[in-house]
């Protein structure tokens, strides 16, 4: 799984998306929740695998995200 707090902007789904896929994981579940309209959002996704450090990065690197974490169980 993996967490991740970010802005609520247009286009972080988006962008969330194009990594994911261009890396090749595939999204199992898709969670999302906002405090308020233009706030701060949380995102819990359930992937069909472990999420490599480099596509870690690129997802932290958006502008948009505050905090992204990989989350074992």
Do not use: W
């Not at 286009?11 to 906002?34: D, K, M, P, Q």
């Not at 233009?38 to 958006?62: F, H, N, Q, S, T």
């Amino acid at each position: 799984m993996l967490y991740i707090t970010n802005q609520d902007k247009p286009g972080v789904i988006g962008a969330l998306g194009r990594i994911l896929s261009e890396s090749g994981l595939n999204i199992a579940t898709f969670h999302l929740g906002r405090t308020e309209s233009g706030g701060d959002a949380i995102c819990l996704l359930e992937l069909d695998g472990d999420v490599p450090a480099p596509v870690l990065k690129e997802i932290r690197d958006l502008p948009q995200v505050l905090r992204a974490e990989p989350l074992r169980f």
